[in-house]
């Protein structure tokens, strides 16, 4: 390898963030779904000629990593890179090959200059359908893989520049929108395109020898700042234990287990003792744990550390086979955020036992994704679907945020006027939760309340929710943040408490769904909290008087 | 026979600049004078005083002074703002804490979202409902209003936001929510969210009205001592404010609205943009504003600035049209560092004003990109701010040579490398800034102003694929200079969610409407009938879609034709933007917008001004593609009208422009500076 010049290696690294921003731009410019557009559920990535990640454009975090060991696998067990020719266009979507979850289609295409292949260019979209037994592909009630959709193993989408229309049509054929699922797809096949010609243009400057020198630079640079961060944690061991409620359709609660090795400039975390897979949807894969962790460590480490796969290279991940985080074929995953953010709460919970003023109390962790399908008197049918959010953990540097999108994941909110001008609902209430972030020194953030009423002659309501057995953690003291719950007032005032998930539960017009999100953790000893601060909450109404006395402070001493 | 004037004056935190133009002539005056930041109207009219008796003019002649001020932005940044409250429909008075849960910093463990401007404990709900369509579907509980008022009485408030649920399609509750506020809490600002930005998506508009309810105090303040010293001091002139938008408005509308001015900083720069692109015959220009701590890019395509309908103050988001920008953290400032990856990396940490680049004297030790330019020959020591600020080369070099251990490079391939990787992150930012909009670099001109941009522009330039650079006239006061030539815009919208095909008569009732506010705010502007000028444009979007984009048309004509062209020119466009159109989709319509403008008379630009031409420039050595070469030297207002061929540097008082080899520059006409590049390398 030739030697470069750190000048050399910015400039290209420069170069390199450009061409996954560009092709990042061209799906969001050229794809049709909401999801794209609006919640911005999409991932660009450039890999070196070996298919390392060495420049990526995510704002999800749990896409971090997810290309990179989805290629890494794709080429280790499926095409071999010998075999990959230029104007390749490869796909997958399959779990069990590399992928997330089946919504969550897979593009890559290799760059070749003057006869040689110098990179590999990636996209990750999640499509709005991809079939299965409900609408969204989120089937609460899936007991295998088969039935949340179509698998597409790897394999050649277009092979030499040639489009193989006839995997298209199998695809659309299977899923209910097929519109939206071409656009996306030629959205992704378009960004593949621009990547790669920001490849070679990138290569016609510096010369395929300076870009392999710079990238393998990068990537060393990576992994030596995360070493440096690694070492600057004391040395030690942590074990921590996290319960999930349940997968849906059977009796939880699930255990997730780690332990925390960390020598040196290394890390080791091993999931032993965690659960077998279950019958359920929320089952996760090497590559989705392995998001998670890589998320939390990032994150932990606090570090300006560009992400790529250097970063990786200090880090172990031992998991025992056929778990609820190294699920085999073919449990059902659609659902994975259920146990994939907890994964990321069980490491911060170890970590916290090594650094704990570096870490922040659990935040509520799930994204609470639900779905109301109307039919109106007119029979026009639609599928209102939403995800809501609650408090993050208080922290040394102060209480966690309230209604924030956290953790692994980072979509916004649907506007409620938005929402009421295109379905047959009405919004009561949408409203902060008093009392609902654990106290602590630092409190935790506070969850939301949303409510709202059918007024279609029918509905079914659907939620995939968690929070509402095992509260977010406090730290250091701190007390745990509040569960989740979900109300249904039916239109002649009786009063039923759902299930964390829910699959089809008719609603009629007048129904009213309330939905309670958990707040964050606590941080710290509440009795350190200053009265001064406890008396604002109680201005602000973030705690209410009985909510106060948990601190144990003298209120009238607080009120002063 | 004096010749009326016009007067431009940007106040900023250090100079409040004054350009004056002479209508009659098309002859234009620049002045500096210090900033006054107590009350700055004070310093704008001991400036314009000042600057009539330099240039011998009759301060009687002033017709027009047109103001840029920071004092709403300053009033938000430094969080200087009286107590506030906010009036919501029952059951969504946390909608100001909810804001839309996006977060920015991704592994942030400290998730500290900007805290709201209202207290949760100043949020009062009160009992209504209106549907998306304006139906009431539940009546306004008035006493309940009244109950809020004097609890708002009691919070001792100075200005209350009112924002309603759907009250864009509707305005009736929030009007009379604000009417029994009003009785009971005189001398409170109140804002209607109906009226400061009546468009659907309730957080938007409720973070807007809030931002103007808090403003009004502090603005109305202003303008009303700046009306009493203009009266006394320019009698018969009247005043505009600029607005985001990169127009002007009237004093009262600036005082009901002050939220219009929060991002108005960009808009001189921005009509400067523009009015240089006219006079250039460059209608595609991509313009860049480089200065201590920020590099900004802004668009003009096909003659027009590219605008946005919203954007955001510290996190705040502002939903009103503004000019649109890309920022990133790059300025003569920018520290070079390298990190533990061994990586040399500019920024986004800046030196800043204090103690500023090392070389700078000041106590500073990073090393800077002025310090790198400076020990690159493309700054001069002795010649820095004409000579007022001379520079301590040897200390940029300390500064440089600890970087230079890190990385294992000499001082100056260390100084060319962080001068490398400044200039392609400002290609990038550039390069992106276009490409977003489906545009191509190679197209534009490169426009560069601000204080440290000269000494990068043809580089970046090179990078892109630019092949010409316009260095303009009035550099470091080119904000004053664009102010000058801005018009009176008012925008007003409605929102109207529907089948295009069917809204017809609904469009051309609120046509109507809006034309007729139009027609008010230009007189209370002064605006003759003759000089006004009517802008429509349809937002539309494809049924069921969640984005929509700004349909200009041509006349208010709302009937079956007018209609599908509106649509026809629809599919054009999202073709343009998004690679493909669905013409077989109905076409959905969301609001109907008008740019009512005022204009202003745009005489020709004088030019009697060329100066005389020096024979010979002085030579210094400078970095140009890897070693020191010689380098000719000329003070800009000594180029007369010769082409100078590159390596050169051209030294005006407050900055300096850099031409490579390959490059050859010359002044035009109008008093530009342009580089083009002549031999590809």
Redesign the interface.
Same mark, same amino acid.
């Given at each position: 390898m030739t030697a470069i010049?750190?000048?050399r290696?910015?400039?290209v +690294?420069?170069?390199l @963030?450009?061409a996954a921003?560009?092709m990042s731009?061209t799906i969001w +410019?050229?794809s049709r779904s909401?999801v794209v557009?609006?919640i911005l559920d999409f991932s660009t990535a450039v890999f070196d000629a070996e298919g390392r990640q060495v420049a990526q454009s995510a704002?999800?975090?749990v896409h971090l990593n997810s290309m990179s060991a989805c290629l890494e696998r794709l080429i280790a067990d499926f095409i071999p890179l010998e075999r990959w020719d230029d104007g390749d266009v490869i796909v997958t979507n399959d779990p069990y090959s590399g992928g997330q979850h089946l919504p969550d289609i897979q593009t890559f295409r290799p760059v070749f200059h003057e006869g040689r292949r110098i990179a590999i260019v990636g996209t990750l979209c999640h499509h709005v359908d991809v079939g299965g037994g409900a609408p969204g592909s989120y089937y609460a009630d899936a007991r295998e893989i088969f039935q949340e959709g179509i698998r597409i193993p790897p394999l050649k989408l277009a092979e030499k520049g040639v489009l193989n229309q006839a995997i298209v049509d199998l695809v659309l054929a299977n899923v209910r929108q097929p519109d939206e699922t071409s656009?996306d797809l030629k959205a992704q096949i378009?960004a593949l395109g621009i990547g790669a010609r920001a490849m070679e243009r990138i290569a016609a400057k510096y010369g395929a020898a300076d870009l392999a020198a710079a990238t393998s630079?990068i990537l060393?640079?990576?992994e030596?700042?995360m070493r440096?961060a690694i070492a600057g944690l004391p040395d030690g061991a942590a074990d921590f234990v996290e319960w999930v409620d349940d997968d849906g359709q059977t009796e939880g609660p699930i255990r997730l287990q780690v332990r925390l090795e960390k020598q040196g400039d290394r890390i080791r975390l091993d999931f032993a003792g965690s659960s077998p897979q279950v019958q359920g949807p929320v089952n996760n894969t090497r590559a989705m744990t392995c998001s998670a962790v890589y998320?939390a460590l990032?994150?932990?480490l606090?570090?300006?550390?560009?992400a790529n796969s250097g970063c990786y290279r200090p880090i172990e991940v031992v998991l025992p086979e056929g778990s609820v985080v190294d699920a085999r074929f073919p449990a059902p995953v659609t659902g994975r955020m259920v146990v994939n953010h907890r994964i990321a709460t069980a490491v911060f919970g170890a970590l916290a036992q090594l650094v704990p003023d +570096?870490?922040?109390a659990a935040y509520y962790a799930i994204s609470y994704v639900y779905a109301l399908a109307t039919v109106e008197a007119s029979g026009r049918r639609r599928v209102y679907f939403d995800i809501e @959010?609650g408090g993050?953990g208080g922290?040394a540097?102060?209480d966690?945020?309230?209604?924030?999108?956290?953790g692994l994941h980072?979509?916004?909110?649907a506007?409620?006027?938005?929402v009421?001008?295109k379905y047959p609902v009405?919004?009561?209430?949408?409203?902060?939760v008093p009392d609902s972030g654990g106290p602590g020194r630092n409190r935790g953030g506070l969850g939301?309340v949303r409510?709202f009423r059918l007024d279609a002659p029918v509905g079914s309501l659907s939620t995939n929710f968690e929070r509402f057995k095992h509260p977010p953690y406090g730290i250091g003291g701190g007390r745990p943040g509040s569960l989740s719950r979900t109300t249904l007032t039916r239109a002649d005032g009786s009063v039923e408490a759902l299930r964390s998930k829910v699959s089809g539960v008719p609603v009629r017009a007048g129904d009213v769904i309330t939905i309670e999100t958990s707040g964050g953790g606590g941080w710290g000893d509440p009795a350190e909290r200053p009265a001064a601060r406890i008396a604002a909450d109680l201005?602000?109404?973030?705690v209410t008087p009985a909510g106060a006395a948990r601190y144990g402070t003298d209120l009238n001493e607080a009120a002063e | 026979m004096t010749s009326p004037l016009r007067i431009a004056v940007d106040i900023g935190g250090t100079f409040t600049d004054i350009e004056i133009l002479e209508a009659a002539t098309g002859r234009v005056h620049q002045f500096k004078t210090p900033s006054t930041p107590s009350d700055p109207s004070i310093g704008l009219i001991g400036g314009i005083k000042a600057a009539a008796e330099r240039f011998g003019l009759d301060i009687g002649a002033v017709e027009h002074i047109l103001h840029g001020t920071t004092i709403a932005t300053n009033a938000v940044l430094e969080r200087k703002l009286p107590a506030g409250a906010i009036v919501t429909t029952a059951?969504?008075?946390?909608?100001l804490?909810?804001?839309?849960?996006?977060?920015r910093d991704? !592994?942030?463990?400290?998730?500290?979202?900007p805290a709201p401007l209202v207290?949760?404990?100043h949020a009062y709900g009160v009992p209504e409902?209106i549907?998306?369509d304006g139906q009431v579907?539940v009546p306004l509980d008035e006493a309940r209003v009244a109950a809020v008022a004097d609890r708002l009485r009691e919070a001792g408030v100075s200005a209350v936001a009112v924002c309603l649920?759907?009250a !864009?399609a509707n305005p009736a509750h929030e009007r009379r929510v604000g009417e029994i506020l009003a009785a009971a809490l005189p001398g409170v600002a109140i804002s209607l969210s109906s009226d400061i930005s009546p468009e659907?998506?309730? !957080?938007e508009r409720l973070s807007t009205t809030v931002l103007n309810a808090m403003l009004i105090p502090v603005v109305s303040g202003y303008t009303r001592r700046l009306s009493d010293r203009i009266a006394a001091e320019v009698p018969g002139s009247h005043i505009y404010l600029v607005q985001s938008n990169g127009g002007v408005s009237g004093l009262a509308k600036a005082g009901r609205e002050p939220a219009r001015l929060l991002l108005s900083g960009p808009s001189g720069g921005a009509a400067a943009a523009r009015r240089l692109s006219a006079e250039l015959g460059e209608p595609d220009l991509v313009a860049v504003d480089m200065g201590g701590t920020s590099f900004d890019v802004s668009v003009v395509h096909g003659g027009q600035v590219s605008m946005v309908t919203e954007g955001d103050i510290d996190g705040l988001p502002v939903r009103l049209p503004m000019v649109e920008m890309r920022t990133i953290g790059a300025g003569g400032g920018s520290i070079a560092w390298?990190?533990?990856?061994?990586?040399?990396?500019i920024g986004p940490q800046s030196a800043g004003a204090q103690p500023g680049p090392a070389c700078y004297g000041r106590g500073g030790t990073d090393l800077t990109v002025t310090d790198a330019n400076l020990i690159l020959g493309r700054l001069e020591a002795s010649s820095f701010m004409g000579g007022a600020m001379p520079l301590d080369a040897a200390a940029a070099r300390a500064a440089a040579e600890r970087v230079a251990r890190r990385?294992?490079?000499g001082v100056d391939?260390t100084a060319?490398?962080a001068i490398?990787?400044t200039n392609?992150?400002l290609a990038?930012a550039i =390069?992106?800034s276009l490409?977003?909009k489906?545009l191509d670099p190679e197209d534009f001109a490169l426009l560069s102003f601000g204080g440290a941009g000269g000494v990068h522009a043809c580089e970046v330039a090179e990078d892109l694929g630019i092949r010409r650079v316009v260095f303009p006239p009035h550099a470091s006061t080119l904000s004053a200079w664009g102010i000058l030539w801005s018009d009176i815009v008012h925008d007003l919208a409605a929102t109207e969610?529907g089948l295009l095909a069917e809204a017809g008569p609904r469009l051309a009732a609120a046509a109507v409407r809006l034309r007729g506010e139009a027609e008010r705010l230009l007189a209370e502007d002064g605006v003759a009938e003759a000089d006004r000028r009517f802008e429509w444009r349809m937002d539309l979007r494809y049924a069921g879609?969640?984005?929509d984009l700004a349909v200009p048309i041509d006349d208010a004509d709302f009937g079956p034709a007018g209609l599908e062209a509106a649509a026809a020119q629809f599919h054009a466009l999202h073709r343009r =933007?998004?690679? !493909?159109d669905e013409p077989a989709t109905p076409v959905e319509l969301v609001a109907l917008r008008l740019a009512a403008v005022g204009r202003l008379a745009k005489p020709a630009p004088d030019a009697s001004e060329a100066a005389a031409a020096a024979a010979t420039p002085k030579t210094r050595r400078a970095w140009a593609r890897g070693a020191f070469v010689d380098t000719a030297v000329w003070a800009r207002s000594a180029l007369g009208e010769r082409a100078v061929a590159g390596p050169a540097v051209i030294e005006e008082t407050y900055t300096s422009s850099y031409v490579p080899p390959g490059w050859e520059a010359r002044l035009e006409r109008s008093g530009a500076l342009v580089a083009r590049r002549i031999a590809d390398q």
């Open positions: 010049s750190p000048v290696v910015e400039i +690294r420069n170069a @963030v450009a921003e560009e731009i +410019r050229t909401t557009r609006e704002r999800i975090p656009g378009a630079a060393d640079g990576s030596t700042m440096a998320y990032l994150a932990a606090g570090k300006d550390i560009p +570096r870490i922040p @959010v993050w922290h540097g102060g966690g945020a309230s209604a924030l999108s956290c980072n979509n916004t909110n506007p409620i006027e938005m009421e001008a009405t919004f009561l209430r949408y409203g902060l939301l409510e201005a602000d109404g973030m | 059951g969504f008075e946390d909608l804490q909810i804001g839309r849960h996006g977060r991704v !592994y942030a463990i400290a998730l500290d979202p207290p949760r404990r409902r549907g998306p579907r649920l759907h !864009y659907i998506r309730e !957080y390298v990190d533990d990856g061994g990586r040399l990396r990385i294992g490079l391939e060319a490398g490398s990787v392609s992150s990038t =390069r992106l490409f977003e489906g969610i879609q969640a984005f =933007r998004f690679s !493909y």
